[in-house]
């Protein structure tokens, strides 16, 4: 499966993007999909995963309230919704998939898109 991340951009605090994740060469609808991101000079972490059947779960506590993730099946697209953006959430997002429950452990998935650029300026 191939991954295509996109809709990042700059965007001031308090403002909010879409983030887009497109699948093809396989049957998306039976993976789950996640979202992750790295700031520069840190770690990659889980911000959000979503099942087949539309069941998600929200990992960073810091965008809880704020982030939601969704999917669509039928395009064989997932999306991030991400609103009153701050600063730290400055980073690359990633979506992954896996095929099995979603798992927060970044070696667990199978398929990643190439990253998008989040940039919230202050």
């Known amino acids: 499966v191939q991954l295509q991340a996109s809709g990042g951009g700059l965007v001031q605090t308090g403002g909010s993007l879409r983030l887009s994740c497109a699948g093809s060469?396989?049957?998306?609808?039976?993976?789950?999909m996640a979202w992750f991101r790295q700031a520069p000079g840190e770690e990659r972490e889980g911000v959000s995963c979503?099942?087949?059947?539309?069941?998600?779960?929200v990992w960073a506590d810091s965008v809880k309230g704020r982030f939601s993730i969704s999917r669509s099946n039928a395009e064989n697209t997932g999306y991030l919704q991400m609103n009153s953006l701050k600063p730290e959430d400055t980073a690359v997002y990633y979506c992954?998939?896996?095929?099995?429950?979603?798992?927060?452990?970044?070696?667990?998935?199978?398929?990643w898109g190439q990253g998008t650029l989040v940039t919230v300026s202050s």
């Open positions: 992954a998939l896996r095929p099995v429950k979603c798992y927060y452990n970044i070696y667990e998935y199978d398929y």
């Open positions: 060469g396989g049957d998306f609808s039976i993976y789950r």
């Open positions: 979503i099942s087949s059947h539309n069941g998600s779960t």
